[in-house]
C-alpha cells in the first residue's frame, strides 16, 4: 500500500469577466492505494478535504468528501455579483457519493 495525492488543473472559462479564460488548481487529498492495480481505499487518516486555487484571484475554495474533482467550471452569475459562480463535480473513491456542488467566490471566501 502506498499514498499519492493528485494535483489537476481544469480550464472554467471566464469567471471574473475580464476577457481572459480562467484556471481552477485542484490538490487533492492524500488517498491510500491498495495492493491491487487501480484500489483506492480511502484518504489517509480519513481526512478528505480538496483545495482548489484560481489564477486570477486568491480565494481558496476548501471541498470535504471528495477524492479531488472530476470537473470544476463556471456558471453564470447566478447571484448578480459580477463574478461568475465556480461548480465541481467531485471524485469519490465509492461511486455512489456523486454530486454537483455551487460556490460562489465572494469577499474571497
Known amino acids: 500500500m502506498f499514498y499519492q495525492k493528485d494535483i489537476d488543473t481544469f480550464l472554467i472559462g471566464d469567471v471574473n469577466l475580464d476577457g481572459k479564460e480562467d484556471t481552477a ?6 488517498y491510500k492505494i491498495g495492493n491491487a492495480i487501480d484500489t483506492i481505499e480511502g484518504c489517509k487518516d480519513d481526512t478528505c478535504l480538496t483545495i482548489i486555487h484560481f489564477n486570477f484571484d486568491s480565494t481558496i475554495l476548501f471541498h470535504n468528501g471528495a477524492l479531488g474533482c472530476q470537473s470544476v467550471f463556471s456558471v453564470e452569475d447566478l447571484n448578480l455579483d459580477g463574478i461568475k ?17 455551487v460556490y460562489s467566490l465572494k469577499d474571497k471566501k
Not at 25 to 30: A, D, I, R
Open 25 to 30: 488548481f485542484v490538490t487533492s487529498p492524500l
Open 85 to 101: 459562480e465556480i461548480s465541481l463535480i467531485p471524485n469519490w473513491f465509492t461511486s455512489c457519493w456523486q454530486g454537483l456542488f
